[in-house]
Nanobody
Framework: DVQLQASGGGLVQPGGSLRLSCQAS????????VGWFRQAPWKPREAVSC????????LNSASTKGRFTISRDVAKNTAYLQMNNLQPEDTAVYYC??????????????????WGQGTLVTVSS
């Protein structure tokens, strides 16, 4: 079975850091790009960051650029999202996804085939 298991969420104070992990199984992880998306209450899902299948190209949203870093370890079938200087507006459920988007669709959730269950990140003092 194809699975993406997201983990690492939790409660953190403003200015703090978290690292999310996305463990993949059931498909050839190295053949797929990985995207991290988030959805806050009453808001649409938005793309946070994505990385190409080889790890050579990354994209970040304007709101997270300079604070979040995406990476992947193909040998471990795992992708990561390092989140620094977290702010209350970063509070959301974070999802990882795998797909084969082209450059122009990398931020489009519809370009991703496989989705994890989400992990909650709460930024609050």
């Amino acid at each position: 079975d194809v699975q993406l298991q997201a983990s690492g969420g939790g409660l953190v104070q403003p200015g703090g850091s978290l690292r999310l992990s996305c463990q993949a199984s059931g498909f050839t992880f190295g053949d797929y790009a990985v995207g991290w998306f988030r959805q806050a209450p009453w808001k649409p899902r938005e793309a946070v960051s994505c990385i190409g299948n080889t790890g050579g190209s990354t994209l970040n949203s304007a709101s997270t650029k300079g604070r979040f870093t995406i990476s992947r370890d193909v040998a471990k079938n795992t992708a990561y999202l390092q989140m620094n200087n977290l702010q209350p507006e970063d509070t959301a459920v974070y999802y990882c996804a795998a797909g084969r988007p082209i450059a122009s669709t990398a931020r489009d959730s519809g370009a991703y085939y496989y989705w994890g269950q989400g992990t909650l990140v709460t930024v609050s003092s």
